[in-house]
């Protein structure tokens, strides 16, 4: 077997050492807490709490944002959508704008002197929160699991469809039962994304005031000057992603995307374009 040449593997070793510098980091600085408080340290209730407030944002965020990607990776795909080509560029314009303007923007449509007051004459609540989050957030990473799902819907062999529908599957079932199962990596992938980014993001949820780690870690770093305390809430994130990445791997081993013989036909939308 030959080896690789130096000059692949060099980079790829600085690669590894700056990723395993914070970790190294991490494992030193949590092992630097008192064997005699360390399970108060890494089981407190405040870490479950933590825990809890970070996966009920994440999986609303993939609620969501699947509901807005879906429709629109279909109607871009598989219908006469006049200008389908603009619809699917404005569809991932969302990723040119970062998610703390987007949560300021949200901020600014509440309260007496918000722009829903000044536009509607009627003061709006205000967006913050879980609520606040969720819808920033949302709108913030649809397009991860937009554009995985659109580059599946044109990958897809029309003729499995035409033999569902031909065996007597009505255009419900032969989506439900044909086309879903086939979009699993598409779905796997973008939702992929999607928690990375909800599990990594500080300046929406910071600016919402809603509870997850990483807005959990900055606090414990800036205000409560604890890093060992910050250290162990940042190695739980880390074991959070690892899990998600593990099932993922699982679930991707298995899934694989047929690629089309040729275009499928498209859906005409009539008076609805």
Known sequence: MKRAPYYLLLPGFVTLAAVGVPLAYLVLRALEADPQTLAGVVFRPRNFALLASTLQLTVGV????????????????????????????????????????????????????????????????YLNGYLGALIALSLYTYPYFYMNLRSAFLRLDPALEEAARALGHRPL??????????????????????????????????????????????????????????????????????????????VARDAAARTQKRPPPKLRLGRLR
């Open 173 to 250: 079932s032969v989506f439900r039962r044909v086309v879903l199962p086939q979009l699993l990596p598409a779905f796997t992938a973008g939702g992929l994304l999607v928690a990375l980014h909800v599990f990594a993001d500080f300046g929406v949820v910071s600016l919402m005031r809603y509870p997850t780690f990483s807005y959990a870690i900055y606090l414990q770093y800036s205000t409560a000057y604890d890093r060992v305390g910050a250290a162990w809430l940042a190695l739980w994130l880390l074991t959070l992603t690892a899990t998600l990445l593990f099932f993922e791997a699982r």
């Open 62 to 125: 993939l609620v969501v944002a699947l509901l807005l990607a879906l429709p629109l990776a279909w109607l871009t795909t598989r219908t006469d959508l006049p200008a389908g080509r603009l619809a699917s560029l404005i569809g991932v314009l969302p990723l040119a704008v970062p998610g703390y303007v987007t949560a300021y923007a949200l901020l600014s449509l509440g309260g007496p002197y918000g722009l829903g007051a000044r536009v509607l004459g009627v003061p709006l609540p």
